[in-house]
């Protein structure tokens, strides 16, 4: 109401707009996090050597303890979340020790966090750099991962995609996952973009424009 001048009318019609724009986005990301989440399987079967699969073993770096230290000076162990994530498809009411179904049911969240600070040295630089070109800085690429799935949580939860803050911007983020999809899976990207062209966000917002009266940051 706020950004339609208090005109109901006008609200709705903004209300629409985000919400398709959301199911642009969504369809852009689900692509991506099929082609990271396969990508860094595929990674980690050919380079896991254990007696289980590497989702599966516990041994494997993704399960074994690791122990950090927060901030207030507390130590947790930073695969606890990964465990019970794991456990909870292997073990639910639809249970399956299947890997691949274990791989499909993994969240976004699941497969960004498995290139963050606490598993640099025992999953990015022996495993998942190889995925990404040479020189890729494993921090400025957990950051991006990292903005793609606030994004993605932003747009399924039916939240707003324009004035956002912090520097944050819808039109951003698919530039983002447009550019990383592109190192993980060209042909994909080339059909998302038109061979190169706009965005499939910035398409949406080019075609289908606001009301002149709604200004909006995008």
Same mark, same amino acid.
Request: hydrophobic share 40%; charged share 25%; proline share 4%.
């Given at each position: 109401?706020?950004?339609?001048?208090?005109?109901? /009318?006008?609200? *709705?019609?903004? *209300?629409?707009?985000?919400?398709?724009?959301? /199911?642009?986005?969504?369809?852009?990301?689900?692509?991506?996090?099929?082609?990271?989440?396969?990508?860094?399987?595929?990674?980690?079967? !050919?380079?896991?050597?254990?007696?289980?699969?590497?989702?599966?073993?516990?041994?494997?770096?993704?399960?074994?303890?690791?122990?950090?230290?927060?901030? #207030?000076?507390?130590?947790?162990?930073?695969?606890?979340?990964?465990?019970?994530?794991?456990?909870?498809?292997?073990?639910?009411?639809?249970?399956?020790? #299947?890997?691949?179904?274990?791989?499909?049911?993994?969240?976004?969240?699941?497969?960004?966090?498995?290139?963050?600070?606490?598993? !640099?040295?025992?999953?990015?630089? @022996?495993?998942?750099?190889?995925?990404?070109?040479?020189?890729?800085?494993r921090s400025d690429l957990y950051a991006s991962l990292n903005?793609?799935?606030?994004?993605?949580?932003?747009?399924?939860?039916?939240?707003?995609?324009?004035?956002?803050?912090?520097?944050?911007?819808?039109?951003?983020?698919?530039?983002?996952v447009t550019r990383l999809i592109r190192t993980l899976t @060209?042909?994909?990207?080339?059909?998302?973009?038109?061979?190169? /062209?706009?965005?499939?966000?910035?398409? *949406?917002?080019?075609?289908?424009?606001?009301?002149?009266?709604? !200004?909006?940051?995008?």
């Amino acid at each position: 109401m706020s950004a339609a001048r208090n005109d109901p /009318q006008l609200a *709705y019609k903004l *209300y629409l707009w985000n919400a398709n724009l959301a /199911q642009v986005l969504l369809r852009d990301i689900s692509f991506f996090e099929v082609a990271l989440r396969n990508a860094q399987d595929k990674c980690l079967r !050919e380079r896991w050597h254990g007696k289980y699969h590497w989702l599966l073993d516990p041994s494997s770096p993704v399960r074994v303890p690791i122990l950090r230290k927060a901030k #207030d000076g507390s130590v947790f162990d930073a695969n606890a979340h990964n465990r019970r994530a794991i456990d909870s498809i292997a073990n639910g009411s639809r249970g399956s020790t #299947d890997p691949n179904r274990i791989v499909s049911r993994l969240t976004l969240g699941f497969w960004t966090h498995l290139s963050d600070t606490n598993h !640099e040295r025992v999953l990015w630089i @022996p495993h998942l750099h190889t995925i990404w070109p040479a020189g890729t800085n494993r921090s400025d690429l957990y950051a991006s991962l990292n903005s793609i799935n606030m994004m993605r949580n932003r747009a399924a939860h039916a939240e707003k995609l324009f004035n956002l803050k912090g520097g944050t911007s819808i039109r951003a983020c698919d530039k983002t996952v447009t550019r990383l999809i592109r190192t993980l899976t @060209p042909t994909v990207a080339d059909r998302m973009t038109n061979d190169g /062209q706009l965005t499939p966000v910035e398409h *949406y917002i080019k075609t289908f424009k606001l009301d002149s009266r709604i !200004e909006i940051d995008i």
